[in-house]
């Protein structure tokens, strides 16, 4: 695969750069600085995600508008949760960080937090996170919500991560509980719908995150963590990619004969289906060739975050445009 490329200054010209950024840093008021530190921790651009598959399952479940308040408690207790199990796994893996590129500039790796103040953070928020959920939905949910951090800090940050290259199968769980939690907090139960949505991100997170780990392979094999991406040939990735997307798209077809999907899902469900399958199909003729790169493996990364976004659109939309195709 290939080394991306940059053109970097050299000599004093470096040192004077690293000068100017560190003083520019310094600068910055030191509170202004802490708090940027604490949300990087959280990991926003996961907590981004998760909530896109968060409120159009509201929608979705209510089959319309769902009440104000109770979507802001499940998007601001969600988030919370998520930001919660962000900072325990920053915590529990920053010898590691340290050792790759890719998160070098974490909060705890640089200093600007203490390990002491990310574990009260993270232990603080979780509280926080639950108690939103228990008295702005109901008790499913944040039990539900509980679940969620459990299962991303213990079975997949502390025992899997380490240990296995199953461990985004199945650590990518504890990422298909926003939709289950959604669901609990709009009609207080769990139904055979919020079950497919569940399966469809546990099917999703492999084809999406493994991409990711060809390029930082290196970064990976550096901290000894046994991505896939990072122990096996590229083919042998590109092939699990095309199975896993494949079953994605057929899981997420699933709504239509529960009688719950109407044509706009289905619709946005077969579109984006067929992209996200078409691309994957690309990387394993790409691998089986020899030309692959990283660029094409992380176009396959973003491409998954663009048919989850999609599908959860069509999810979104669905209750207002058309009527069930079955049922």
């Known amino acids: 695969m290939t080394q991306q490329t940059s053109i970097a200054p050299t000599g004093d010209s470096a040192s004077a750069a690293a000068g100017a950024a560190n003083g520019t840093e310094a600068s910055q008021p030191r509170w202004r600085r802490k708090v940027a530190a604490y949300w990087s921790l959280t990991k926003p651009r996961v907590i981004e995600l998760l909530l896109v598959t968060t409120l159009p399952t509201m929608f979705f479940a209510q089959q319309g508008v769902p009440d104000f308040w109770l979507a802001l408690a499940t998007l601001l207790g969600g988030a919370m949760a998520a930001g919660s199990a962000g900072a325990f796994n920053c915590y529990i893996d920053r010898d590691m960080d340290k050792l790759m590129n890719r998160t070098k500039k974490r909060p705890l790796v640089t200093g600007e937090l203490s390990p002491t103040e990310a574990l009260i953070f993270a232990t603080v928020l979780g509280i926080a996170a639950i108690t939103v959920l228990w008295f702005g939905t109901n008790p499913l949910a944040a039990g539900l919500g509980a679940a969620a951090i459990f299962f991303y800090v213990v079975v997949y940050t502390m025992i899997l991560k380490r240990r296995t290259e199953q461990n985004i199968i199945w650590g990518g769980i504890a990422g298909c509980f926003p939709v289950v939690i959604a669901w609990a907090a709009v009609r207080e139960t769990l139904e ?42 590229a083919r042998t990735v590109s092939v699990q990619v095309v199975l896993y997307a494949w079953a994605t798209v057929m899981c997420s077809l699933l709504l239509i004969p529960l009688g719950w999907a109407g044509i706009t899902y289905t619709a946005f469900a077969l579109v984006s289906g067929a992209w996200f399958i078409y691309e994957a199909h690309v990387l394993h003729r790409k691998a089986e060739n020899g030309t692959l790169t990283d660029k094409k493996a992380m176009k396959v990364f973003h491409l998954s975050i663009l048919y989850l976004t999609l599908l959860f659109i069509g999810l979104w939309v669905d209750p207002f445009i058309g009527s069930p195709l079955m049922g």
């Open 192 to 233: 055979w719908p919020a079950v497919v949505l569940f399966i469809v991100i546990f099917l999703w997170t492999p084809p999406h995150y493994w991409p990711l780990s060809m390029k930082y392979r290196t970064d990976y094999q550096t901290a000894h963590v046994p991505m896939l991406g990072a122990i096996a040939t």
